[in-house]
């Protein structure tokens, strides 16, 4: 039969051909057949597949900006946010309710914070506002700019801002500059 379409011999893999030498052992193979590598294996941008998979009590969602990642730009996040990689630009939580944005000890913002509750354990420039909640900056953090809080807790941070305390509604008195 003379056409141009290959055999079936052809068509099968050296490796399946038992006089076909074997792949070099720093050359990954996987096997004819398999329609996926095996999924717990492959690299994943968050550290915690289940906070994305099932949402915090309340119902409020996690999310999670992974070491060595950077985002650029402005953020309106509903529910709570760690960031562990870069962010320039500013972040709101939607509504303010009971919402948390951690700065972990790689994260970086260089922006402004707005959320009920700030941790800070990385670095961060710009104004942190938490008015009618709480700021809490533990030893690791490095902080520039401005914090609005109503709760402050510093613990050994690197602080250089101007703190506004601002107490909670109903209390007759707006602000307090300290």
Known sequence: MDNDQPDAAALTPAAASPSAPPPPADIPTIPMGLAMPET??????????????APRAGGANVSTLGAGLSFVGSARIDGSLTVSGTVQGDIELAGHGSGHVTVTQTGSV???I????ISVLGQTVGTLDAAGGRVSLHDTASVSGRIRYTHLQVNGADLNAQLERVRPEGDGVRADRS
Do not use: C, F
């Open 40 to 53: 717990h294996r492959l690299p994943t941008l968050l550290t915690s597949v289940q906070a994305i998979a």
């Open 110 to 112: 260089v922006g402004d």
């Open 114 to 117: 707005r959320a009920r509750n």
